[in-house]
């Protein structure tokens, strides 16, 4: 199936970002000199918004607040092509806010998310709009949505269903649908829960990969972080080191990531092509001061496949 052939389906939050970057190490409980910075992001709309510089035809099922951060978010999803028709405003709500600290080399230091409003993306909104999931070539769902929520995507959408667990406090909401996952990208951490075994070497490693593939999962993309990808799929294993990259922020680079790997999807590449791809859209991801590096392309990343 070729990406420009239909469309993919991502259900998750929106946010404001608000960043600041150090201009030296961190020194906790004092104020630091640097630069803030504020944006549009929230794991769902950073998804859409990478797909749809892959090249891919975008729907977000989102919820809006009715403040001037809505306005600018609809601007851009219209400027970007993507969707935002079957998205709902909840009155009275300020959109979702995302504060996080960076310190002077770009690594994340910090953050404080703020994704109650995610909480209105309920069963019963999803319901109404059933022709329009099952009609996606693929959907993408992010533990912000409530356990319930995942649930229903997961016992009533058809499309392969792609997941980001966000973080280890939200994983364990995906842990019960597991099975019905074609594609997770954990971290290590995050690995760790929904397996319930601690990686401390290659065997645990092997270990939590084979608890997760038997669940049902078709695909595993498992971040090693610096160490790289350790990508499973069936029988075959395959580890890859990061693609190279002059790291500017490190904040975006997973949501570029899970993007690629549902772009890569939809072109019917390989578990290791899949995986290549993935890390390649990171690290263009990883070049640009901005959540997103309006620099990603389907061409982009192909190009630097080949190296």
């Given at each position: 199936?070729?990406?420009?052939s239909?469309?993919?389906?991502?259900?998750?939050g929106?946010?404001?970002?608000?960043?600041?970057?150090?201009d030296a190490?961190l020194?906790?409980?004092?104020?630091?000199p640097?630069?803030?910075?504020v944006?549009?992001?929230?794991?769902?709309?950073?998804?859409?918004?990478?797909?749809?510089l892959l090249?891919?035809?975008?729907?977000?099922?989102t919820?809006?607040?009715?403040?001037?951060?809505?306005d600018e978010?609809?601007?851009?999803?219209g400027?970007?092509?993507?969707?935002?028709s079957?998205?709902l405003?909840?009155?009275g709500?300020?959109?979702?806010?995302?504060l996080?600290?960076?310190?002077?080399?770009?690594?994340?230091a910090?953050?404080?998310?703020d994704?109650?409003?995610?909480?209105?993306i309920?069963?019963?909104?999803?319901?109404r709009?059933?022709g329009?999931?099952?009609g996606?070539?693929?959907?993408?769902?992010?533990?912000n949505?409530?356990?319930?929520?995942?649930?229903y995507i997961?016992?009533?959408?058809t499309?392969?269903?792609?997941?980001?667990?966000?973080s280890?406090?939200k994983?364990?909401?995906?842990?019960?649908i597991l099975?019905?996952?074609?594609?997770?990208?954990?971290?290590?951490?995050?690995?760790?829960?929904l397996?319930?075994?601690?990686?401390?070497d290659?065997?645990?490693?092997?270990?939590?990969?084979?608890?997760?593939?038997g669940?049902?999962?078709?695909?595993?993309?498992l971040?090693?972080?610096e160490?790289?990808?350790?990508a499973?799929e069936?029988?075959?294993?395959?580890m890859?080191?990061?693609?190279?990259?002059?790291?500017?922020s490190?904040?975006g680079?997973?949501?570029?990531f899970t993007?690629?790997?549902?772009?890569?999807?939809?072109?019917?590449?390989?578990?290791?092509?899949?995986c290549?791809?993935?890390?390649?859209?990171a690290?263009?991801?990883?070049?640009?001061?901005?959540?997103?590096?309006?620099?990603?392309?389907a061409d982009a990343?192909?190009?630097r496949?080949?190296?």
């Amino acid at each position: 199936m070729r990406a420009d052939s239909s469309y993919v389906v991502v259900i998750g939050g929106v946010n404001i970002d608000i960043g600041g970057r150090s201009d030296a190490p961190l020194i906790y409980r004092d104020s630091n000199p640097g630069r803030v910075s504020v944006s549009l992001g929230g794991v769902g709309r950073n998804i859409a918004h990478n797909l749809s510089l892959l090249g891919v035809k975008v729907r977000l099922l989102t919820a809006l607040g009715d403040d001037a951060h809505a306005d600018e978010i609809r601007r851009s999803c219209g400027e970007l092509g993507i969707d935002l028709s079957l998205s709902l405003t909840a009155a009275g709500c300020a959109t979702s806010t995302y504060l996080y600290l960076e310190d002077s080399g770009g690594e994340l230091a910090l953050a404080v998310t703020d994704t109650r409003l995610c909480d209105r993306i309920t069963p019963e909104y999803l319901s109404r709009h059933m022709g329009a999931l099952n009609g996606a070539a693929a959907i993408f769902a992010d533990a912000n949505l409530t356990a319930k929520t995942l649930a229903y995507i997961a016992a009533h959408c058809t499309a392969p269903l792609f997941s980001d667990p966000v973080s280890v406090k939200k994983a364990g909401r995906i842990k019960p649908i597991l099975g019905r996952i074609h594609t997770l990208k954990p971290n290590r951490y995050e690995a760790e829960l929904l397996a319930g075994v601690k990686i401390t070497d290659e065997a645990t490693l092997k270990e939590a990969i084979n608890t997760l593939l038997g669940t049902g999962l078709k695909r595993l993309f498992l971040s090693l972080g610096e160490h790289g990808v350790y990508a499973a799929e069936g029988d075959r294993r395959i580890m890859l080191p990061p693609s190279p990259a002059v790291i500017r922020s490190t904040n975006g680079a997973g949501d570029a990531f899970t993007a690629a790997l549902g772009w890569a999807y939809l072109n019917g590449m390989s578990l290791e092509d899949t995986c290549r791809a993935a890390n390649t859209a990171a690290a263009i991801a990883l070049e640009s001061d901005s959540t997103i590096n309006p620099m990603l392309c389907a061409d982009a990343v192909r190009e630097r496949m080949c190296r």
